[in-house]
């Protein structure tokens, strides 16, 4: 019985596995991979997530849009559900839908706004540059915030008695209620004072003071991985 792997890559490298890049670069090494990837007998499943949908919704061509698409369907990709993080078998073309309808109505309704704060505070703590600092995000945030809780008091004050008993009313009433009390908190709550100099993201594994202390470099190549089985 074959055990089951699963692998989450970077955009980046899954752009480089469509077949059109593959047949441009002639990169053994790449071939391999994806003749692995494909090969369901080695147990290799691919899954990806709304991070992947999110940077193919920001290419500029439609066709190598599809083209992507098509690769997670080639691979019979699995879609990690953003709430849940189940593995969704779904067919990549139905989640890429999905994925865009959901867009188009979190559009309408103004909830794409927040998301895509929390999206750039993310990628701040990550050390990535964003445009922003730290206090711009809080300002964004709190104006964000406030904005749907006037947004949803409007809402109320026009809806009548019979709206407002309705389950939607009932749940409306209970998202203001729970969005006033996220803006009073913002409104003594501060991030981290952080400073340009400060460095931010992930460090390379051998810059970790546990690490170095191995002395890897003059370790036979055979007690590299057991040594840092031990930390």
């Not at 997670?72 to 953003?82: D, G, H, R, V």
């Not at 309408?108 to 505070?121: S, T």
């Amino acid at each position: 019985m074959t055990m089951s792997t699963y692998i989450y890559l970077d955009q980046n490298v899954l752009s480089y596995l469509r077949p059109r890049k593959l047949d441009e670069q002639s990169d053994q090494q790449l071939e391999k991979l994806y003749s692995a990837l494909i090969d369901k007998g080695k147990g290799l499943n691919v899954v990806y997530s709304a991070t992947h949908l999110d940077e193919i919704r920001q290419i500029n061509i439609p066709k190598y849009i599809d083209e992507h698409i098509d690769l997670l369907c080639s691979l019979n990709a699995l879609y990690i559900e953003p709430v849940t993080t189940q593995l969704n078998a779904k067919n990549p073309q139905i989640v890429w839908r999905d994925y865009l309808e959901n867009e188009a109505k979190n559009r309408v309704n103004g909830h794409n706004e927040g998301g895509n704060i929390l999206d750039l505070l993310s990628r701040k703590f990550a050390g990535l540059e964003v445009g922003q600092d730290f206090d711009d995000l809080h300002c964004m945030w709190v104006e964000n915030i406030n904005k749907a809780v006037a947004e949803i008091k409007q809402m109320l004050e026009e809806g009548s008695p019979e709206q407002l008993a309705s389950h939607q009313g009932q749940q409306m009433k209970q998202m203001y209620e729970e969005l006033k009390k996220q803006a009073e908190g913002l409104k003594t709550f501060s991030l981290c004072n952080i400073g340009n100099e400060q460095e931010l993201g992930p460090r390379s594994v051998r810059s970790h003071d546990d690490v170095i202390e191995l002395d890897l470099e003059n370790r036979e190549s055979h007690e590299v991985i057991p040594t840092i089985d031990e930390l």
